[in-house]
């Protein structure tokens, strides 16, 4: 029959190599696909599940789900806990210490970005030692600085802690965004007569934006995840929800009450990371456009 | 233009500082009492001029967020429980520990930070003569905390004892004697768990009664200040004993990670805190039908106590938040809520998870502190790591 062996094929080669590549394309897909579900989905769906658990039906070998689900677990955090402090506090905190990480590292970002300047690959290391560093080594030895600065217990001093944390991030993807903008479209502004305010308002800041949306991605979630620092200068006048978290999570692990808190604090997440994906796509877009 | 964005900047700054001062609080002066010679009323009416206490724990939120309310029903004090993480609780409570006034008033101690902790000397004290009806409180906790003295500086408030935890649904005869457990060991492989000693006091139970049984009994250690180089000679039989085993045991992560295997059908048989266990039992973590038992070869227990830091901000407070805990009342009311078995000797508790019988003829005492510490340093170096 035609077609049915390889050597008597006639299928233009063409055709062929378009069902060749749809293949390749169709098991990298499937390929994520299942890697996503195994890394992402099935961690998140038994943090639901497990969130959803009825303490006095618990989930056991060999049940492959829980007997019976209910809201206790919930019900118990938000009773017993002070996560609602916790989210007020996580949520007026995180939104400060993005502009503010974004304006300290503003002018760091352009200078390692746009100049020369010798020793910048060890500047551009340095920058990324509080996230290398053990957070809570980090923690301790800036917890002495904020204290000899009257910066503990205050939220002045949370919203700089968080900064810091979140500087690196900024730093780094602000570089790269710097960097990646062309020399010859600032040449052509400055020949055009553009002073130094004209081209950060219509060259930089526009063409970094992406890159800023995505700093500003890793800052707010590198502050909401954000406990060791926070423990140690911010309780227990400020909460924030993983020092509630930690409470489950870490010496005295209990699955249930982690998975409620866990969710709190994730779900904000990746709705903002959702938001942030559409805005960075049409960024892109219209960035290499010029119609930014 | 220049000139307008560093103003606005400078402004911002500015209005943050302003914001940061303040929003922070004077820390309170510490009571001018001396607490040692005050009287107990007297110590009361300091911790009502604080008008607040701040407690650090990191575990059982429900329990203590309603002790929190009853203090302040009953007392006009404000407590600020923060239940944090174990590790956490500490290194703040060191890294406040060189300022004149820290941010802790109280905090659990656990038994594996006993040591750090009195080494640092990071707690006021004794306190043992100042809080009423002391003598009421676990005598030898008041002491010796999982074998590190304490010196009557930290406060019993719960006691809790390792047993082995096992599913009745897989486990049909129970391992009383040494032999027994070694027996069954062999009979079912990678069955029976025990939390690496240096993550959790449980684990720690299991290798001192392993000691206890491969190198002659813990008698010879009575007394002790430091380890004894002679007594630990023949040691190396524990750890062989082990190593025999490296393919039968199943070392966990920690002491509820030990009752998560467990509830996961992973093990069938572990070591386990009964606090712990009652704990994960009630948060729906571990089936109801689990069971537990004091075996007869002996595993030792102990309890969590209390310590007043010495650079508290309300110790007055501080120290009646420990004597409101240990009320008869609220050690009664922590059973109920939490299962925990109280501090106080003049409670009788029936339905635990242990028996009184148990705990009576099986519970073993610990052996000396350093020979705590040598023994976690040397299951690492001789277990773990090979």
């Known amino acids: ?292 | 233009m220049k000139r307008v964005i560093l103003a606005i900047l400078v402004l911002l700054l500015a209005a943050g500082i302003g914001f940061a001062a303040g929003a922070k609080e004077a820390p309170k002066a510490a009571a001018k009492i001396d607490l040692q010679k005050a009287t107990w009323d007297q110590i009361v009416a300091a911790a009502k001029a604080e008008g607040q206490v701040t407690f650090y724990a990191w575990y059982f939120p429900d329990y203590f967020k309603e002790a929190g309310i009853d203090f302040e029903k009953q007392y006009g004090i404000k407590a600020n429980v923060i239940v944090g993480d174990q590790t956490a609780n500490f290194n703040k409570a060191i890294a406040e520990k060189d300022q004149a006034v820290g941010t802790i008033d109280v905090m659990i101690v656990g038994g594996q930070w006993v040591k750090t902790t009195m080494d640092l000397n990071l707690f006021y004290g004794p306190i043992k003569s100042i809080i009423p009806e002391a003598d009421k409180l676990a005598p030898s906790l008041w002491e010796v905390q999982e074998g590190f003295l304490t010196r009557g500086f930290l406060a019993p408030f719960h006691r809790n004892q390792t047993g082995i935890l096992y599913d009745p649904e897989q486990v049909k005869s129970l391992p009383q004697t040494w032999q027994e457990l070694e027996a069954w060991i062999d009979a079912n492989p990678k069955k029976f768990g025990f939390c690496d000693p240096s993550k959790g006091g449980s684990g720690q139970s299991f290798v001192h009664s392993v000691i206890a049984h491969t190198t002659g009994g813990l008698e010879k250690y009575k007394g002790d200040t430091d380890v004894v180089q002679s007594k630990v000679a023949n040691w190396n039989l524990a750890w062989k004993w082990f190593q025999d085993r490296k393919d039968k045991l199943t070392i966990t992560m920690s002491n509820n990670d030990s009752i998560i295997r467990l509830n996961g059908g992973e093990i069938t048989m572990t070591v386990a805190w009964d606090d712990n266990v009652s704990d994960q039992m009630a948060k729906g973590n571990l089936f109801k039908r689990a069971k537990m038992y004091i075996p007869k070869f002996g595993l030792a227990g102990g309890g969590d106590t209390m310590g007043v830091l010495k650079n508290a901000p309300n110790k007055a407070a501080a120290l009646l938040w420990i004597r409101h805990i240990t009320t008869k009342e609220q050690q009664w009311k922590k059973f109920q809520m939490v299962k925990a078995y109280p501090a106080r000797m003049d409670i009788a508790i029936e339905g635990t998870l242990l028996t009184e019988e148990d705990r009576k003829n099986n519970a073993i005492p610990w052996f000396p502190a350093p020979y705590k510490s040598y023994m976690i340093s040397e299951f690492v170096k001789n277990v773990l790591m090979k």
Do not use: C
Not at chain 1, 197 to 223: E, H, N, Q, W, Y
């Open chain 1, 1 to 292: 029959m035609k077609g049915s062996s390889p050597l008597l094929d006639t299928t233009p080669l063409h055709v062929r190599e378009a069902r060749r590549r749809r293949l390749i394309y169709g098991l990298l897909t499937a390929f994520f696909v299942i890697t996503q579900i195994i890394w992402v989905g099935v961690p998140v769906l038994m943090a639901v599940l497990w969130s959803l658990v009825d303490p006095q039906h618990p989930w056991s070998f060999p049940q492959l789900f829980p007997e019976k689900l209910s809201w206790a677990q919930w019900a118990y955090v938000f009773k017993y806990t002070n996560i609602e402090r916790a989210l007020k506090t996580s949520y007026s905190v995180a939104p400060l210490a993005v502009l503010l990480s974004f304006v300290l590292s503003l002018p760091t970002a352009y200078v390692l970005g746009r100049k020369n300047i010798p020793g910048k690959k060890v500047f551009m290391l340095v920058v990324l030692l509080p996230i290398i560093m053990p957070g809570m080594v980090v923690a301790l030895f800036l917890s002495r600085v904020f204290a000899a600065f009257h910066l503990t217990q205050s939220f002045f001093g949370l919203v700089l802690a968080h900064t810091l944390m979140g500087i690196p991030y900024m730093i780094r993807v602000l570089t790269t965004s710097f960097e990646s903008i062309p020399q010859d479209i600032i040449d052509a502004a400055e020949n055009l007569g553009a002073g130094t305010f004209v081209k950060i308002k219509d060259i930089f800041l526009p063409m970094v934006r992406p890159g800023l949306l995505a700093g500003m991605v890793f800052a707010f979630t590198t502050s909401i995840e954000e406990f060791n620092l926070t423990f140690v200068i911010g309780t227990p006048t400020f909460e924030t929800i993983p020092t509630i978290l930690y409470s489950f999570l870490g010496y005295n692990f209990i699955r249930t009450n982690a998975s409620v808190v866990a969710l709190i604090m994730m779900t904000p997440n990746i709705i903002l990371l959702f938001i942030v994906e559409r805005i960075l796509k049409s960024d892109y877009l219209s960035a290499s456009l010029g119609k930014v």
